[in-house]
């Protein structure tokens, strides 16, 4: 047997070694090691070291080296029983060991004489150090993450407890589907968006095209889990280990809650309504209006006036509700004696989060559209003088002209109907017509009339299962879908909207990780991570779009490089742009391979992988 593990272990770390050539291993979960010495401080050799999830009551076991050293890697982030026994010693034990993501933490122990049978409780009174790496980083735990407040309820807003955090986004922007904003931060005064997002130790990144150019790009997290699913995060700072990479910032480890033996759960449901809500202290400082209809009503409520008749438009709307649920998983079997539930409580456990955000934003944005009187020529009542171009001449009549030039109004102020492109009246007719006013109001006499909505929702589900002493596995899944509606840029409805339709940001994301271990000091991680971001805005209701409908030539529309209705801007005019932008789409797919063997030799431990 031992000829055989000899033989296997060389071909293993060379095929890990071969496997670093493409791919690149992270590690969220903590490692534990410590030294076992008796009383005098002598080592002790085969010391038998027991390490219990206290939550699955799941053990991972392995005994101490000729050096009376032990590791245990691979450990989830959580609380821990951890018990050491030897022949000739009390067994010791210490119930409340705290591990952390990516920890590498060192608990030492010291054996009492006396029979095994005998319990000695140790009893930590401060954190376990980290002496075992030069790794800097700050941990935001699960209380923190569940107890804090949080506007969003993203628990990345907790980052900026993190020693040498500086966010540098918009604070509005805080919710789980604003990627960008809300990591939009720079750690230890690394570049802005450029750090690394890890999810369960896989690739959590959104390479995102910040200008819709495709000349520079920035790096984003992908999936941003809810706050009932997150069990903590670890910003790494500085000296991280080199299985970090790939960032000019630091490192952000984020670590999924997992199940246990008991089942837990929760439903929950925060509403806003802006009759609720405090109005802001500048809307407040500006006081109350004193005349007309609404006098001492507030001169900025919280809620969105109506521009022309002062009524209310209704204000923010907005749910952000779901349940999560954790336990053994019991999985029915049918077989002789009737369906009986195959028992997880003692190896098999999951996680299932879900949630849902519904937003709702009145609109109440006033902007200007040509009056019915103009689209057909007629400026009467405009109070402009309509000049024809046709004829215009050198005001001294000489050549070349030195006294400027001159040219005719039209007729009575109207263009003739003949003298009208086809076009030109297309794209004026294609202006949203005025609602507001009277039919010679030529400014603010259009109110958008659409609310902007924002629909979101979030999966996560996690299996945790453990095949025997020496072989576990985990699964996670997570997808997130958002689904904003608004009318874009110009605030247009007709051929010359601007729209969204919808803005899209989608996440799906899977990771199977498997643990090994070969011996006592031979410990194998393989791992296949999937990681799919996508955002785009679509633009469906403006492209594809025939020009020729609109008097534009067949070789005009043909040659055009998107299909989409044309934007055109106004310079030096109170029209907003006409048309929408063009449709643009954002993916990043990530596939990651790591696999590491971890060998401990004497007072050492080498982790070879990629």
């Not at 790496?133 to 628990?155: F, I, K």
């Not at 521009?307 to 049918?334: I, K, M, N």
């Not at 006294?403 to 297309?426: E, H, L, M, S």
């Not at 310079?571 to 401990?600: C, H, K, L, M």
Request: aromatic share 10%; with cysteine; glycine share 10%.
């Amino acid at each position: 047997m031992k000829r055989s593990l000899r033989r296997r272990v060389p071909t293993l770390i060379f095929c890990v070694l071969a496997s670093a050539l493409v791919c690149l291993g992270q590690e969220s979960r903590a490692t534990l090691t410590g030294h076992v010495s008796d009383p005098n401080g002598a080592v002790v050799p085969g010391a038998a070291v027991i390490v219990k999830n206290n939550q699955t009551s799941l053990e991972t076991r392995t005994t101490t080296n000729e050096e009376g050293n032990y590791t245990v890697p691979f450990l989830q982030p959580g609380m821990y029983t951890v018990s050491v026994e030897a022949q000739g010693f009390k067994r010791a034990e210490s119930t409340a060991v705290e591990l952390h993501t990516a920890d590498k933490a060192t608990m030492d122990v010291t054996l009492e004489i006396g029979a095994v049978g005998e319990v000695v409780n140790v009893t930590a009174s401060a954190p376990l150090l980290e002496a075992d790496t030069a790794a800097r980083g700050n941990v935001v735990e699960n209380l923190r993450v569940e107890e804090l407040p949080l506007n969003g309820r993203n628990p990345l807003n907790l980052a900026v407890l993190a020693t040498g955090v500086q966010f540098n986004g918009n604070p509005q922007f805080n919710r789980l589907f604003d990627n960008g904003d809300n990591v939009n931060f720079s750690i230890n005064g690394g570049l802005n968006r450029h750090n690394e997002f890890l999810l369960d130790g896989t690739p959590n990144n959104a390479v995102t095209d910040v200008d819709a150019s495709r000349t520079r790009s920035v790096n984003n997290i992908a999936f941003v889990p809810p706050a009932d699913a997150t069990e903590e995060f670890k910003i790494q700072s500085n000296a991280y280990s080199a299985e970090y990479g790939r960032t000019s910032g630091g490192v952000v480890n984020i670590s999924i809650k997992s199940g246990g033996r008991d089942f837990h759960g929760s439903l929950y449901d925060f509403s806003r309504r802006f009759e609720w809500e405090a109005n802001s202290f500048g809307n407040n400082a500006r006081g109350r209006l004193t005349t007309g209809q609404f006098a001492g009503e507030e001169r900025f409520p919280r809620f969105v006036r109506d521009p022309v008749t002062g009524a209310s438009l209704g204000g923010h709307e907005q749910d952000q509700y779901g349940f999560v649920l954790s336990g053994p998983l019991l999985v029915p079997r049918f077989g002789e004696g009737g369906r009986v539930f195959a028992n997880g409580r003692d190896r098999t456990f999951f996680l299932l989060n879900v949630e849902f955000f519904k937003g709702v934003d009145p609109a109440g944005n006033l902007s200007d559209v040509p009056t019915l009187l103009e689209r057909q020529g007629d400026f009467t009542q405009s109070g402009v003088t309509v000049y024809d171009p046709l004829t215009t001449r050198c005001a001294n009549n000489t050549n070349p002209c030195t006294g400027g030039f001159i040219r005719d109004p039209f007729p009575g102020n109207v263009i003739p109907a003949d003298r009208i492109n086809p076009v030109g009246r297309a794209i004026v007719n294609g202006f949203s017509l005025p609602n507001v006013g009277p039919a010679t109001q030529r400014f603010n006499n259009f109110l958008e009339p659409f609310p902007g909505t924002d629909d979101f929702h979030s999966l996560v589900t996690r299996v945790d299962h453990q095949f025997s002493d020496s072989n576990r596995f985990f699964f996670r899944y997570v997808h997130n879908r958002r689904d904003q509606i608004q009318q874009g840029g110009n605030g247009r409805v007709g051929l010359g909207v601007d729209p969204q339709d919808p803005l899209v940001r989608v996440n799906n994301g899977a990771v199977i990780d498997w643990v090994s271990t070969l011996s006592a000091t031979t410990i194998l991680n393989a791992r296949v991570g999937f990681s799919r971001f996508l955002q785009a805005a679509f633009r469906q209701s403006s492209s594809p779009f025939d020009a020729t409908s609109i008097g534009f030539p067949a070789s005009f529309s043909n040659a055009r490089p998107v299909s989409i209705v044309p934007s055109i801007e106004f310079a030096g005019d109170p029209y907003r742009e006409f048309g929408p932008r063009n449709p643009n789409s954002n993916i990043t797919n990530t596939w990651s391979f790591p696999v590491s063997v971890t060998q401990i030799w004497g007072n050492h431990s080498l982790k070879l992988g990629g």
